[in-house]
C-alpha cells in the first residue's frame, strides 16, 4: 500500500484492499447522527421476525468505509464525493468484517476527479456491496491550497 | 399514541407521494460521522487547510448529508421495514457546519411484482439549494401475515 500525495500519482488499475469489522456501535452511532428510526437497523424483536432475523447494518455507512479508505490512502489530503452508486446486495450484520477492494477505473484531469471501482465483501467472501464513486483531488496543479499559500 | 411501525407496503405507496425531514448538521455530527468512518480527510477535520481551499472552511462528510435520504425512507416514505437495495448519488454543493439540511424523496415508480419503488431525492440547504440529488430502489415490507 501508498499514499499517494497528488492527482499524476493515480494511475488507472491502482487497487487498494482495506477492511473493517463492523460493529453495533458504528450503527447505532450513524443512525442516531441521521436520525434514522427504521426498526431493521435498531430493533432485535421486530427483527426477528423477518427474513434477516437479526439487525441490520446502513448501507451508505458501510459504503463510507471505502470512501474513506480511499480519501485516505489514494487521493488524499483534501478530496470531495462527486458521485456514488451503490447496490446492497447483501445484508451486513454486526461482527461481520467488511473488506472494500478498490480499484482506480477512470481519472480525469480536466475536472481532478479519479474514479473507483468498490467491491465489498464480508467475511465469507460474499459480496455485499458492489458500486463506484467518483472523488475530486485536490493537488498539484490543482492545489488551491497550495496555490492560495504560495501567492494570496 | 403514534406508531412509528407504519411503513407502507408496494401496494400502499403512491406515486408522486413525499416526504422530508430537517436537520441542522453540527460540528458534533461531522466529527462523529469522520470517526465512525475512519476518515481523516482535512476538508472535513483541518480548518487551517479548508479556509487555504476555495471552499473556504470545513466542510460537512458528504455521506453525511446523504444518508438522511435513506433516514427519511425509513421513517416516513415507505416507512418502517423498507431496506436499501440500489443507490445513486450526486454531491452538488458542500455542506457546511451550521447548514439546516431538508430531505425530499418522492415516490415515482413501484413495481409490484417484484416489490421494488423507485425514489427521487433531494437535499437542500437553508437558502433553498439543492446540494445533493440521487435516486435510490428500496424494497418495502410486505404486508404482515
Known amino acids: 500500500m501508498r499514499a499517494y500525495g497528488s492527482f499524476s500519482d493515480i494511475k488507472i488499475g491502482d487497487r487498494l484492499r482495506y477492511a473493517k469489522t463492523m460493529t453495533e456501535a458504528e450503527t447505532y452511532l450513524g443512525v ?19 427474513r434477516f432475523k437479526r ?6 455507512l458501510v459504503n463510507a468505509l471505502a470512501v474513506s479508505a480511499a480519501e485516505n490512502f489514494l487521493v488524499g489530503p483534501g478530496t470531495q464525493l462527486v458521485s456514488l452508486d451503490a447496490k446492497f446486495v447483501a445484508p451486513v450484520y454486526f461482527g461481520d468484517t467488511v473488506t472494500a ?12 476527479t479519479v474514479t473507483f471501482k468498490n467491491t465489498m465483501t464480508n467475511q465469507d467472501g460474499n459480496p455485499v456491496l458492489l458500486g463506484e464513486f467518483k472523488l475530486r483531488v485536490r493537488g498539484e496543479s490543482g492545489d488551491q491550497h497550495s496555490q492560495r499559500q504560495d501567492g494570496a | 399514541m403514534i406508531n412509528i ?13 413525499k416526504a422530508s ?14 470517526a465512525l468512518t475512519g476518515s481523516t480527510n ?22 453525511l448529508i446523504a444518508s438522511m435520504l435513506p433516514a427519511t425512507q ?3 416514505l415507505p416507512g418502517e421495514g423498507n431496506l436499501h437495495l440500489k443507490q445513486h448519488l450526486d454531491f452538488l454543493k458542500p455542506v457546511f457546519i451550521g447548514d439546516t439540511i431538508t430531505t425530499e ?25 439543492v446540494v445533493v440529488t440521487g435516486e435510490a430502489v428500496v424494497w418495502p415490507k410486505k404486508r404482515e401475515g
Open chain 2, 42 to 63: 482535512p476538508l472535513y477535520l483541518d480548518e487551517v487547510f479548508a479556509s487555504g481551499t476555495p471552499l473556504g472552511r470545513r466542510i460537512v462528510p458528504e455521506l
Open chain 2, 105 to 129: 424523496v418522492e415516490i415515482i415508480g413501484k413495481d409490484v411484482e417484484r416489490n421494488r419503488v423507485t425514489i427521487r431525492q433531494a437535499c437542500r440547504n437553508q437558502d433553498g439549494e
Open chain 1, 32 to 50: 442516531g447522527l441521521i436520525g434514522a428510526l427504521n426498526p431493521v437497523h435498531i430493533d432485535e424483536e421486530y427483527c426477528k421476525k423477518t
Open chain 2, 74 to 76: 425509513g421513517n416516513f
Open chain 2, 21 to 34: 425531514m430537517s436537520k441542522t448538521i453540527t460540528e458534533t455530527d461531522a466529527y462523529m460521522f469522520a
Open chain 2, 5 to 17: 411501525l407504519n411503513g407502507k407496503t408496494v401496494h400502499e405507496v403512491e406515486i408522486g407521494e
Open chain 1, 55 to 60: 439487525r441490520l447494518g446502513v448501507g451508505l
Open chain 1, 101 to 112: 477492494e478498490l480499484e482506480v477505473i477512470g481519472t480525469d484531469s480536466e475536472e481532478q
